[in-house]
């Protein structure tokens, strides 16, 4: 049971919703009484059943992955994105073994892929997928992994496609952010659809002492950022983003191609960035060149705390890096917003100008003949077929 949406703001054909919260985590026993939004059960599996979950994961314990597979509903294909090491322990082996054994228990429909697979590289070579590939095989990076997982999922024709971190201790919230994405898409009746869940609090398994965050060091600063870039554009205030690095976040397959994507941990900033660009600056209301509709944008918090791996300040420092890059280089960033990115930057030690994102475009490509060949010649993508 969700909150029912009831503000939104609109640029151009995008409209982005405030935050919604979870009211129930389970509806059981409900008559249907309050203004909320609840979705019966038999709709709910329908969603479920034309939707992928992504999980992409680099060289996190097995048990964490393991964890987070067996909290999503059975009847979702699971596609496990991996970038994991080969040498000199190959981790990637153990992972496909888990995946293996979890399909021989449970036959739900399970696909494991390693990112770095060479087919990949021949398989996209020409496409416009092409500067994905360095050396012959596709970067590495968490978007690169993530839009292997969105070619997958509509090359098996799949119609929404969500996105779930490896590293999550608490598989009840991995539950919850599936069924967060199935009422989510349900709630929408749009085409072009994005969930993006905020979690109530987060915290890191570093020590015993965890500290539950209301919001991300990261997400913090390039909210406030965009919001202040969004505001000096529109000449409105605006506070409206509040999941600007929402690692946890869906899509419908019909958005995912037609939008452009980055690489690393510049992807989910600028899947907003790219959508304003795209859909909003300097155009009328409906001009969008790439869809017609109104593209809807929900922010839904979650129940459950988001308890994941502690990876240290360089790695923030990184990912700040990269997220400012995608305002900062966008029709956003204005020269106030640069100033207030660069002095972002410096509080973390960075005097250079944040990267610019590497962007990917996904509309020439036909998914199912790149999987096609993928399949037939690859011997390390692994399909588990539903039985
Ligand atoms: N396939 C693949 N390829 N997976 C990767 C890669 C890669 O190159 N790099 C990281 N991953 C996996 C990790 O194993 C983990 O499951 C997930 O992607 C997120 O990576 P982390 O390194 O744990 O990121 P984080 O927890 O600091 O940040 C997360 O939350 C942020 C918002 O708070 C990420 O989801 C960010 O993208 C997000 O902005």
């Known amino acids: 049971m969700i909150e029912s949406p009831r503000k939104f703001e609109g640029f151009g054909s995008i409209n982005i919703f405030d935050l919604i919260r979870v009211l129930e985590i389970d509806t059981l026993g409900y008559k249907g009484f309050g203004e909320v939004f609840t979705a019966n059960k038999d709709l709910l599996i329908d969603y479920a059943t034309r939707t992928a979950i992504v999980i992409p994961v680099k060289d996190e314990e097995l048990l964490t992955l393991e964890g987070v597979i067996s909290a999503i509903p059975h009847v979702s294909l699971v596609i496990v994105v991996s970038a994991s090491s080969r040498e000199p322990v190959d981790r990637y082996a153990d992972e496909v073994d888990l995946v293996r054994s979890i399909h021989r228990n449970t036959r739900r429909g399970i ?30 990076g968490k978007g690169e992994g993530m839009i292997l997982g969105i070619l997958t999922a509509a090359a098996f ?15 009840g919230s991995a539950y919850e952010y599936a069924m967060i994405y199935y009422s989510g898409f349900l709630m929408s009746e749009s085409k072009y659809a994005m969930i993006r869940i905020k979690w109530p609090y987060k915290g890191k398994l570093a020590s015993s002492d965890i500290y539950l965050r209301k919001r991300g060091r990261v997400s913090s600063i390039t909210e406030s950022i ?3 870039a969004l505001s000096l554009y529109r000449k409105y205030e605006t506070d409206i983003i509040k999941t600007a690095n929402s690692g946890e976040h869906a899509l419908t397959i019909d958005l995912a191609l037609k939008m452009k994507w980055s690489g690393g941990f510049a992807v989910e900033p600028y899947e907003l960035v790219n959508l304003i660009e795209m859909c909003y600056l300097g155009l009328e209301d409906g001009d969008c060149p790439i869809i017609s509709d109104k593209i809807k944008i929900y922010q839904i918090e979650s129940r459950n705390p988001h308890i994941h791996a502690e990876r240290g300040d360089e790695h923030i420092a990184d990912m700040l890096n990269f997220s400012l890059g995608t305002i900062y280089h966008s029709k956003l960033g204005l020269d106030q917003v640069k100033e207030r990115i660069r002095k972002a930057l410096e509080e973390y030690g960075i005097r250079d100008e944040p990267p610019r994102p590497r962007i990917y475009d996904l509309s020439d490509l036909e998914p199912t003949k790149v999987l096609e060949k993928i399949i037939s010649i690859s011997s390390d993508v692994h399909y588990f077929e539903p039985k």
Request: proline fraction near 4%; glycine fraction near 12%.
């Open 157 to 171: 024709g799949y119609k929404y496609v969500g996105f779930i971190d490896s590293d999550n201790y608490v598989p």
């Open 226 to 228: 965009l919001n202040y």
């Open 111 to 140: 696909i494991i892929l390693h990112q770095q697979d060479p087919v990949w590289g021949e398989a996209l070579k020409g496409t416009s997928l092409e500067k994905m590939i360095s050396g012959g095989k596709v970067r590495s």
